[in-house]
């Protein structure tokens, strides 16, 4: 069974700085997905940025960033320039697709607060 | 609407009551999830559905009763919970393709639930 660590609960950063976040998972499969979804308080989960596995070029989104390191099954999340709407719960998840489901095994989040 | 709705957002019940959550998807996905987010504790999947077939059941107790009528409603029954079943219940949907092709699942807001 695959699992899914985030070793930083709580995480705060100032705004317009960058901080990262961590992530590590456990699978012995070769071809899965990972991502990182955003809850912002009392708002639904939204999705932040994905990568394929079989990718080796880091994926990005604007001031989302990742550093996917296959090997060493780590996922870190990096967020430059924080800005106040980045305040949310940040949960890594793990996935391979099948045909039957697609089975997310998220990790238990970790809590980024960006001050003013 | 757009996306995945809930209701209700919040529901508060006793142990011996009968509720349902309802949540409906108006984005034509074929597959429909239940999720259970408590405090500190990573999510977890509940149910799956795949074209209105239950493929998915993560050894959840008998007290939760999920139902899909059709490839746009999902619902969850819930009857004679325990204090430790209150939680956020997020529901989310997706498209599955053949293969291991993957696509993003999407997100409802989430039912908060009390048991008293």
């Known amino acids: 069974a695959q699992t899914v660590t985030q070793s930083q609960p709580e995480m705060s950063v100032q705004e317009a700085e960058t901080v990262t976040l961590s992530c590590t998972y456990d699978?012995?499969?070769?071809?899965?997905?990972l991502f990182w979804y955003k809850q912002p308080p009392s708002r639904q989960m939204i999705l932040v940025i994905r990568?394929?596995?079989?990718?080796?070029q880091n994926a990005t989104e604007n001031r989302f960033s990742v550093n996917f390191q296959k090997a060493a099954k780590s996922f870190s999340l990096k967020i430059s320039d924080s800005q106040l709407g980045d305040t949310a719960m940040y949960f890594c998840?793990?996935?391979?697709?099948?045909?039957?489901?697609?089975?997310?095994?998220f990790g238990p989040g970790t809590r980024l607060s960006v001050l003013p | 609407e757009t996306g995945v709705t809930q209701t209700p957002r919040h529901l508060v019940m006793g142990m011996t009551n009968k509720k349902s959550l309802k949540c409906e998807q108006h984005l034509g996905h074929n597959a429909m999830y239940w999720y259970k987010q408590s405090a500190k504790k990573p999510l977890e999947l509940m149910f799956v559905?795949?074209?209105?077939?239950?493929?998915e059941n993560n050894s959840v107790p008998s007290r939760f009763s999920p139902e899909c009528p059709n490839s746009s409603h999902l619902f969850l029954h819930l009857h004679t919970l325990q204090p430790e079943d209150s939680a956020l219940y997020l529901c989310?949907?997706?498209?599955?393709?053949?293969?291991?092709?993957?696509?993003?699942?999407?997100f409802g807001p989430g039912t908060r639930l009390t048991v008293l």
């Open positions: 699978t012995s499969e070769n071809n899965y997905y």
């Open positions: 998840a793990f996935m391979k697709p099948d045909n039957y489901g697609q089975n997310f095994v």
């Open positions: 990568q394929e596995a079989y990718k080796q």
């Open positions: 559905y795949n074209f209105k077939e239950q493929t």
């Open positions: 989310a949907s997706s498209q599955l393709t053949s293969g291991e092709i993957y696509n993003e699942q999407f």
